[in-house]
């Protein structure tokens, strides 16, 4: 349920606006200005795997300089679309419904802690020592490494998160239809928490559509 997408630019500005960082070094300084003119131009999705756009541009930041990159969640409720939107731009060969990444497109506010929750982090293990491996920290930011890259914060704990303008890359975390969220069949997943999570509208988002 989670899929690995371009962080584009949000059409209709639909992100949080964060306060300016008074003391950064040069070179953050220089990663992030990177980053931002990056986020204009990415690819879309389907014309060219993030695989692909890793491995082209594994030698300039800020690839060279993250062999573990951090990257923020966005959580996509329960809110059914039209069988018009569902099917849009959609070829004939798929069954439209069947995937909730056509199915479910309202989600939460880009760049909060609400919904969205903890980073999701990809590692290049040909950059990473066996012995860092050995100290897993968690499965968000798993090695040392993760913990030093990207600005952020989460205002309820003492945790990090990554800022949504900040990076390349970002997951999308689809909540899915009740039955597939209650097929595991898990004690905290109940109807009134699903339905509670599921009613989250900031908007929608289609970036992810192209793949079809």
């Known amino acids: 349920d989670e899929y690995l997408v371009f962080n584009k630019l949000d059409k209709v500005g639909n992100e949080r606006k964060y306060e300016e960082v008074k003391r950064i070094g040069k070179h953050r300084e220089e990663v992030l200005e990177r980053v931002k003119t990056l986020r204009g131009d990415l690819s879309e999705v389907g014309s060219e795997s993030i695989a692909h756009y890793a491995e082209r541009y594994k030698f300039e930041l800020p690839w060279i300089v993250e062999p573990c990159m951090p990257l923020p969640r966005l959580f996509f409720g329960s809110i059914e679309s039209s069988e018009a939107e569902v099917h849009e731009h959609v070829p004939n060969i798929f069954d439209a419904k069947k995937f909730d990444t056509l199915r479910y497109r309202k989600h939460a506010k880009k760049g909060e802690w609400e919904n969205n929750l903890y980073d999701k982090s990809i590692v290049d293990l040909s950059r990473i ?44 975390h689809y909540v899915g239809s009740w039955e597939s969220f209650d ?26 559509r192209p793949w079809a």
């Not at 993760?146 to 999308?172: A, E």
């Not at 097929?183 to 289609?206: H, L, Q």
């Open 129 to 172: 020592t066996q012995k860092a491996l050995k100290n897993i920290v968690d499965p968000h930011r798993p090695i040392v490494t993760c913990l030093k890259n990207r600005d952020g914060y989460i205002p309820q704990t003492k945790s990090k998160i990554s800022r949504i303008d900040q990076t390349l890359l970002r997951v999308h």
């Open 183 to 208: 097929a595991k069949k898990i004690t905290r997943r109940s109807r009134e928490k699903y339905d509670e999570k599921g009613r989250v509208d900031f908007g929608t988002d289609d970036d992810i």
